[in-house]
Each structure stands twice: as C-alpha cells, then as structure tokens.
C-alpha cells in the first residue's frame, strides 16, 4: 500500500474549508477534518481532482492528525467557543482503504465521542459498518452526536464501476446504509453529481427515492455535476447513450460560476432538474435539499446537510439567515463568535467567510444571480 506522509505540528485554520461565493454564502459545514488527501477511490468526476497540489493517489497521511485535533478542540472549549459539526472529510473520503490499515479516522470518531463533538461523515466506503468504526459511530449517534452521508450518485453497479473504479459498488454503499440506519445511525444519502441526461430524468429520481426509502435513509442531498474543462466530461461517453452525450457536450447547456473557474449545467435547467428530483423524493415521503445552491423554495428539510438530526442543531450564519432570518431550533455561529475564536487561522479564514458572504449579500446584481426563490 502506497501512501505519502505529512507531519503537521498544528492544525488551526486547516479544520476551516477555505472562502468562496459558493462556501461563504451557501455551507453550513465548512468545518473540516480531513486526515487524508487524496482518495484511492479515483471517482472520475472529482471535483477534488482540480484542487492545486491535488492528486488521487498515492494519498497524503497526516499522522499526527487526530492529536493536533483534540489539541485544537479543547482550547476552543476551554475559551467557550461555540462548535458546530465538523464534516469528516470536506475534500477526501475519510474510510478509504488506507483507513484499515492506519486508523486515523477511527481515532478522529474516538476524539469526537470523548469530547463530545458533533461529526458529519461523508463517504462512499463500506468499512464504516465494521467493527471497530461501527461501535465508535454507534456510541457517537446515541448521544446525537453523528449522522452519516453516504454519496451514491448512480444506482447501476457497472455504471460506477467505470465512474468509480476503486470505489465500492452502489448496492454495497446501500447494505451499508440500511445496516446503518438498523443500528440507529441517522443516514442521509447524497445524491451526487446529477449529471445531465444520466442520473437527471423523472425515472431516475422515482428509482432513486424508492431505494433510499427501502432503506431507512432520512434525507438526499442533491448537488450538480461541475467541470473546469470540456475534457472532464469524456468518462461519461462510456456510460452514455450517443445522443445523450452530444447533449451533455452542448456547450449551450452549460454556464460558468459566478468568478469562480468552474462550469454547471445553466440555471433554468438546474431548477427544472432540481424540481423534478424534489417532487419524486417528497412523494416518498425523504427530506429533500441543495447543496449549495440558492433555489430555497426547493428545500424540503430543516437545513441542508441534516443537521437537525443531530443533538445541539449548531449552523453557521449564512445568506439565507441574511434573507430570511434563523432559523428556530438552531444556535448560531455568527461574525462576532468567529472573532473571538482561540485559534488565530481559524479565526482568520472564518472571518474571512464572513466578509465574502456579507459582500455577496450586498452585491444586489450578483446576488440575484444566484438565489431565485421562485425562478
């Protein structure tokens, strides 16, 4: 097993995702922990594959990660900082299979239930229902103190296997979740990247919702395929009718994020799409929500990434408190907490969210391109 190792000797502004429009304004969980970059998994539509300095694999082992992280969690209890769930992992899976081997991320749950912090996981590996991960979770969600996400874009097994070489199959991700979900862990399902003309249609949705239903997930989150190059879309040639293709490469159907490098299908077919999706997945009676986009009369769940399935419901501020107000039921992470932070990085890069996101919510013209309550 090849693996590259980093030795950090502090973690700080590393448990913080950093600032952009679609982060700063729209993510509840920008709160990271990722003992792990690079995934062995080599899913071919990555986002996490664009990042500078990213690559799949040989992946970076940060070893002393779960130390630095119960070192940074007790100075913000001890100053009475306010902490939300952190997502384990933002940028890279947490169980992939060098996971077995070094138990980096078992140790990160171990922290999390001593401390008693509330954890996002987000994952496509099965290890999570075996033994030791699966007591540590199960401990961790009696006390309200973990959900599960569990990414399963395709419900095709050969599909994935083309699109997700190393990752494990999609009926193997949904055993996963129904074992979850009997040992009374909260699952939420992701389903993404919807991309155009594959995953995107009516029948897809009715499947779809019906095998999340069967299996005791809560919620689906629902995120759009985005690309940074024309070339990014030639895996899924494979796995695509012809016609189907031509359509995905149709350059009309694409739109570039707002001062970012990346492209997503345009916004009068994201919202078609997304309306779709909801109808088929409210029907059978799931919570439905965006991933980080400003269509908010979709939403059918309290917040986003399932956070109300958690103990202490702890969201940060975002533009749809700006718009809307907050929401009830929930404590807030707001500018003037993140000033007072003990950790100077993190409170730098939170701060940071902050400006950008109140910027945003200033720019009357940029703002409306980006939230449409009703489009």
């Known amino acids: 097993m090849c693996f590259r190792i980093s030795q950090r000797h502090k973690l700080d502004g590393e448990l913080i995702v950093g600032p952009s429009l679609a982060m700063s304004g729209f993510c509840y969980s920008i709160f990271r922990l ?20 990213s690559r799949p694999c ?10 630095l992280f119960q ?5 913000l209890q001890e100053a009475g900082a306010i902490i939300p769930p952190l997502r384990m992992s933002a940028l890279t ?18 922290v999390s239930k001593e401390l008693r912090v509330p954890i996002i ?22 006390e309200g103190l973990a959900i599960v996400q569990i ?12 699109l997700e ?30 991309v155009p003309y594959l995953n995107s249609s009516a029948d897809f949705a009715d499947k779809y919702s019906a095998v999340a239903s069967t299996v005791g997930a809560r919620h689906i989150i629902v995120e759009v395929l985005r690309i940074v190059s024309w070339r990014n879309l030639e895996p899924f040639k494979s796995v695509m009718r012809e016609e189907d293709f031509r359509k995905l490469r149709d350059t009309s159907l694409w739109e570039s994020f707002p001062k970012g490098s990346h492209k997503h299908p345009h916004k009068a077919w994201r919202f078609k799409t997304y309306r779709v999706i909801k109808d088929s997945i409210t029907k059978n009676g799931l919570n439905f929500a965006l991933c980080r986009e400003g269509f908010y009369g979709l939403n059918r769940a309290p917040d986003c990434c399932g956070i109300y399935l958690l103990k202490n419901k702890v969201l940060r501020f975002t533009l749809y408190e700006l718009l809307y107000g907050p929401k009830l039921g929930y404590k807030y992470l707001r500018s003037e907490d993140a000033e007072r932070l003990p950790l100077p990085e993190m409170r730098r890069k939170l701060t940071e969210h902050f400006k950008l996101m109140f910027w945003l919510f200033h720019n009357k013209s940029l703002l409306g391109q980006l939230v449409s309550e009703n489009y």
């Open 34 to 53: 990722d003992p792990y970059i690079g995934c062995e998994h080599s899913c071919t539509y990555c986002y996490t594959r664009f990042l500078p300095g």
């Open 58 to 67: 040989p992946p970076v082992v940060r070893v002393n990660y779960p130390k």
């Open 165 to 194: 070489p190393n990752a494990p199959l999609p009926s193997d991700r949904l055993k996963a979740a129904e074992k979850l979900n009997d040992e009374g862990i909260p699952v939420v399902l992701r389903l993404q990247p919807v």
């Open 151 to 162: 990414s399963i874009a395709f419900l095709d097994d050969t599909v994935a296997k083309k």
């Open 93 to 110: 899976d947490p169980f992939q299979p060098i996971e077995r081997k070094l138990n980096l991320s078992l140790k990160l749950l171990e």
């Open 121 to 142: 996981i987000s994952t496509k590996s099965t290890l999570i229902i075996e033994p030791p991960w699966l007591n540590v979770l199960k401990e961790l969600a009696g």
């Open 71 to 75: 070192d940074s969690i007790e100075r």
